[in-house]
């Protein structure tokens, strides 16, 4: 991925705060309170009655809009783990199962040039799919200069706040990826699938989340031509805070260089919350010029997926 | 010659029991009731021809119901083995269970042999070589190791009785074939590799382990009765930890449906780390990791302390001593496991 930067990190989430004993006391977490408490998890955000994803989408990209980040964008990619409700009832026109939030993004902001993509096989590491497939797309169209990617969850009513131990906010991030300097040069994105652990159970997610991360990361800084120990951050979803004490250990990178500050206050934003910590991280001055940061996510399906910055600016 | 063998109808005590049928034998066991030990005679009845007597090492006069002028010959194979178990069971069991037997034994005028059934693992933390000796407490990563140590010393202490203690080795089979009929923490790690519950591996895999069938150490048992007294490690030629599990892995990736599962190897990990996972893991909802780590996290330290058990006293006393192929062992309990026991939808 020579030559190709990214920044314009923006995201919105669900506008009610709430406590997890709150949700809990409502029925809408599978573990007891104080097990996710002991995992660091505290507050997560849902969406009032009737907000969906699309809307989470807008105001992360209205927030790139108003920092002046949504010129000359050529293509958006689309990244949901849960692409449209379908309605009750039989359907007679098919059309009606479909849903373009890409497209309606575009109409909204008048990216009148820019063509969309829909990703929603990669369920929470779809916006790491999301950088690979723009860079694909900058490579192959040598006259693009900006992709816009976007990914945004809403759960639906009455769905639990809890997914394979996490606790779950309604949220989106976008972000721009391109040819000009910005804040980070992406490096690389890679990737890990394993179909046959496509209906993997909690306890599976979580029994092979070790090997995996671990793999997946070792192969990500490969890819950048580093090892695990090179890496200045690595900035995570928010998830159990012991999982990346081990896994800094079995990686060999000091855990202070581990970054998900928003474990409490956010919790688990679907494809979302390694944007948010990132953003935290780049908000926070920390990260200096020449460093690397790896942003790991993990997802049902199962999908691993890596992306490994430099810090440019 | 009447042998008394406590603990008859546990794994080994039924399995030493069978292999001594013809003898002269009284089986003791533990039962709460009436009803617990008619069902217990029942089970043993295809064993062995031999009276079946009610005892509770936990008793004050365990054995009450045993007469002492007629026994030649104990071998203390009960015992509580679960690695969790908490301290205070392995003391009133374990320790001051075997301090009962020696009392009894101290009353059997005719006594030829008080035979401990113990483990490899009553060297505790020790590293390095393990002799056929007495050992020091240096520590223990469990209660079960550790009163399986105490009550050797319980015995070894007394020079006046016939004492053997043979420390005997992890079993994971009936035999050679790999029937798995006693499932302990190399079972219910395998299930957990198999099912993808975990993926990490607690250990060095340079550790070298014992395993070892039912076969060949009720074989040695039965050798070491008539073998003089002492200590005695019953260890079958080691197989390196990592040698185990690509061993058990290569058996997993024949069957299909864990193939089409695509899982990974296990990646070695510290102490802390597993101690952080299955810390982490008592949380999990109701799962099936939480109880199954619940039975390999007391003995995971293990793998991190390498021994190399010494075996020439049981070479020099057992004839029959014959070298094991252990990752041939581990081969054929993973076939049996797979066939018999994990099941895994593959859709
Ligand atoms: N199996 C192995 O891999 C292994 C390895 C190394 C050493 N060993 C040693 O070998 C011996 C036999 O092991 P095993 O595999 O046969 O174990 P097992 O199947 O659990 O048998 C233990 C026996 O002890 C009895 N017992 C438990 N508490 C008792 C009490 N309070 N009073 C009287 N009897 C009691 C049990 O009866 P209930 O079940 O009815 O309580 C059972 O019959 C043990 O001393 C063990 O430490 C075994």
New binding site residues.
């Given amino acids: 991925m020579d030559g190709l930067y990214i920044g314009s990190f923006a995201h919105a989430l669900g506008a009610r705060r709430r406590h997890l004993r709150e949700s809990a006391a409502a029925g809408l977490l599978q573990s007891a309170p104080e097990d996710l408490e002991a995992a660091g998890f505290r507050w997560h955000h849902v969406c009032e009655p009737g907000g969906t994803a699309y809307e989470l989408a807008h105001a992360a990209v209205a927030e790139i809009a108003a920092g002046g980040g949504l010129t000359d964008i050529d293509a958006i990619v689309y990244a949901t783990c849960l692409p449209g409700e379908t309605g009750a009832g039989p359907v007679r026109d098919v059309k009606d199962l479909m849903d373009f939030p890409a497209g309606r993004l575009q109409a909204e902001f008048g990216l009148s040039r820019a063509i969309v993509v829909g990703l929603h096989q990669q369920a929470c590491t779809g916006a790491i799919g999301a950088l690979r497939l723009a860079g694909a797309l900058l490579t192959t169209e040598p006259a693009w200069r900006r992709v816009l990617c976007v990914t945004a969850d809403r759960f639906p009513e009455g769905a639990w706040y809890e997914q394979a131990y996490n606790l779950i906010s309604d949220g989106a991030a976008a972000c721009v990826v391109g040819r000009d300097p910005d804040v980070c040069r992406l490096l690389t994105v890679h990737q890990i699938t394993n179909g046959g652990l496509g209906r993997a159970g909690d306890d599976e997610t979580v029994g092979t989340y070790f090997a995996y991360t671990h793999r997946l990361v070792r192969e990500a800084a490969a890819r950048a031509g580093l090892t695990p120990a090179d890496l200045d951050w690595v900035v995570t979803q928010n998830t159990h805070e012991k999982a990346w004490q081990i896994l800094a250990r079995l990686l060999d990178v000091d855990h202070a260089r581990i970054w998900a500050p928003t474990l409490a206050d956010v919790g688990h934003v679907i494809s979302a919350d390694a944007f948010v910590n990132l953003s935290a991280l780049l908000g926070s001055g920390q990260a200096r010029p020449g460093q690397r940061i790896a942003l790991p996510m993990a997802g049902f399906g199962l999908n691993w997926q890596c992306a490994v910055l430099e810090v440019a600016r | 010659m009447t042998t008394l063998i ?9 399995r030493i029991a069978a292999a001594l049928r013809g003898e002269d034998l009284v089986l ?4 709460a009731d009436q009803a ?1 030990l008619d069902r ?1 005679r029942a089970r043993l009845a295809d064993v062995a021809d031999a009276p079946v007597v009610p ?4 008793d004050a006069d ?1 054995f009450a119901q045993v007469d002492p002028r007629r026994i030649t010959r104990i071998v ?6 679960r690695f969790d178990v908490s301290r205070d069971t392995a003391e ?3 320790v001051a ?1 075997t301090a009962r037997v020696r009392e009894f034994a101290h009353r059997c005028d005719r006594l030829d042999r008080l035979m ?6 009553s060297a505790g933390r020790r590293r390095g070589q393990v002799g056929e000796t007495r050992h020091d407490d240096i520590g223990f990563v469990n209660h ?1 190791e550790w009163s ?1 140590w105490a009550a050797e010393e319980c015995l070894l202490d007394r020079p006046e009785l016939p004492v053997s203690v043979v ?6 089979a009936e035999d050679a074939a790999g029937d798995v009929a ?1 499932y ?1 923490a190399f079972h219910h790690t395998m299930r957990l590799y198999y099912s993808g519950l975990l993926t990490l591996l607690p250990g060095d895999p340079a550790t070298p382990l014992s395993l070892a069938s ?1 076969a060949f ?1 009720v074989d040695a048992v039965t050798a070491l009765l008539a073998a003089p007294t002492g200590i005695y490690q019953v260890c079958p030629g080691p197989v390196t930890l990592g040698a185990a599990i690509d061993t058990a892995f290569a058996v997993f990736e024949q069957d299909p449906g864990f193939r089409r599962r695509m899982l990974p190897r296990p990646v070695p990990c510290d102490p802390a780390s597993f101690r952080d996972l299955a810390q982490a893991a008592q949380r999990l909802r109701g799962g099936p990791l939480q109880p199954a780590l619940a039975s390999v996290t007391p003995f995971a330290e293990q793998l991190y302390l390498p021994k190399h058990f010494t075996t020439d006293r049981l070479r020099a006393a057992w004839p029959g001593y014959r070298t094991q192929d252990a990752a041939a062992l581990v081969a054929a309990a993973c076939t049996d496991l797979i066939e018999r026991s994990f099941r895994v939808p593959t859709a």
């Fill in positions: 406590t603990g008859a109808d546990g794994y080994l005590g039924r003791a066991v533990r039962c617990e217990k005892v509770d090492l936990r365990p203390h194979a009960a015992a509580v083995i009133r069991v374990n269970g401990l059934l113990s483990t490899l693992y079960y399986k420390r005997l080795p992890t079993l994971i006693q302990n039912a150490t």
